[in-house]
């Protein structure tokens, strides 16, 4: 058990209201306010934005790059490239971003060519910017396909279950990864609220797990806390956790053989993600010939009964 004072990084004060700390995508659930653009580093957002955002902003970024070239082409003269006359405006510069996109590109199909010395000079430049451009995409690309990832499964929910002649809480991870994770290693805080003199705090505790850290996990992990006389736990009731507002906070790290780098798994359940007096379904089997079968979708199942 922690000291009073102990504080993992997510502070002590608490206000009239209390939301999760870790969200169910393993973020914290802070945001961020009062920073400048000095403060936003680029490759660091790219990398972390969900793929369809990210794919929308190279897609953004490269419209936006022909349309700010074909502005320019324009403006020197339409006349200036050959085969871009056309007789509406709108023609024209559609013609320009045609052009421009191909010039980004280095496609280069021919149809329309530039004539004047300020056009080329233009297009040499918008070909070194989309050499350089493409060059940083697919940097992008390739730091976000090769990244690993811990893809943990967690349960849906956290049991006390029965537990050699006593109780336990429990929950339940998977690797939903191809990919081997090696010596894991699991970590257990209780965060509640309690009353402080005349005001209102947070309290971190942590919770001894029977077992800290496997070798390897090809198959589930069911990570236990004993809820004995020491456990921060023993006597507590449901309706004295939700009192409490009480949370678990998880961090599990291990080392992704693939890459041979380590990864991290937030997560975290409230109190009103805990069930009493039950215990989780097998996930895995043995086959007839022999071989264990894991079933990733009864990571959550519990036993009946």
């Known amino acids: 058990m922690e000291n009073s004072n102990f504080d993992p990084g997510l502070t002590q004060q608490y206000g009239d209201k209390l939301r999760r700390v870790i969200r169910k995508d393993g973020e914290f659930n802070?945001?961020?306010?009062?920073?400048t653009w000095r403060d936003i580093h680029p490759y660091v957002f790219l990398m972390n934005q969900p793929w369809p955002?990210?794919?929308?902003?190279?897609?953004?970024?490269?419209?936006?790059?022909?349309?700010?070239?074909a502005v320019v082409y324009y403006a020197i003269g339409i006349d200036s490239l050959r085969g871009a006359e056309a007789p509406t405006a709108i023609g024209?510069?559609?013609?320009?971003?045609?052009?421009?996109?191909?010039?980004?590109?280095?496609?280069?199909?021919?149809?329309?060519?530039?004539?004047?010395?300020?056009?080329?000079?233009?297009?040499?430049?918008?070909?070194?910017?989309?050499?350089?451009?493409?060059?940083?995409?697919?940097?992008?690309?390739?730091?976000?396909?090769?990244?690993?990832?811990?893809?943990?499964?967690?349960?849906?929910?956290?049991?006390?279950a029965p537990y050699h002649g006593g109780t336990s809480l429990q929950f339940r991870i998977v690797n939903r990864s191809?990919?081997?994770?090696?010596e894991l290693e699991a970590r257990m805080l209780l965060m509640t609220v309690e009353k402080v003199g005349e005001r209102l705090e947070r309290k971190y505790?942590?919770?001894?797990?029977?077992?800290?850290?496997?070798?390897?996990?090809?198959?589930?992990w069911t990570i236990v806390h004993p809820i004995d006389s020491q456990s921060p736990l023993n006597?507590?009731?449901?309706?004295a956790l939700a009192q409490m507002q009480a949370e678990v906070l998880i961090l599990v790290k291990g080392v992704d053989d693939s890459f041979s780098q380590t990864v991290h798994a937030r997560y975290?359940?409230?109190?009103?993600e805990i069930v009493w007096n039950a215990r989780f379904a097998p996930a895995f089997d043995v086959d007839a010939d022999g071989d264990l079968r894991l079933e990733l979708n009864k990571v959550s199942k519990l036993a009946a009964g």
């Open 235 to 239: 006597g507590m009731t449901a309706a």
């Open 268 to 272: 975290s359940y409230r109190f009103d």
């Open 30 to 35: 802070v945001r961020r306010q009062g920073g």
């Open 178 to 182: 191809v990919s081997n994770l090696m």
């Open 205 to 220: 505790a942590g919770l001894a797990l029977e077992r800290d850290r496997v070798l390897f996990m090809p198959l589930t």
């Open 53 to 69: 955002i990210f794919l929308g902003e190279i897609f953004a970024g490269f419209v936006t790059a022909n349309l700010l070239f």
């Open 92 to 160: 024209r510069f559609l013609n320009a971003f045609f052009f421009s996109s191909q010039t980004f590109t280095t496609v280069g199909y021919g149809t329309i060519v530039p004539l004047s010395a300020t056009a080329n000079l233009l297009a040499s430049f918008e070909a070194m910017v989309g050499l350089m451009s493409f060059a940083v995409a697919t940097g992008f690309l390739v730091g976000r396909v090769t990244r690993p990832s811990a893809r943990i499964g967690f349960s849906d929910t956290m049991l006390v």
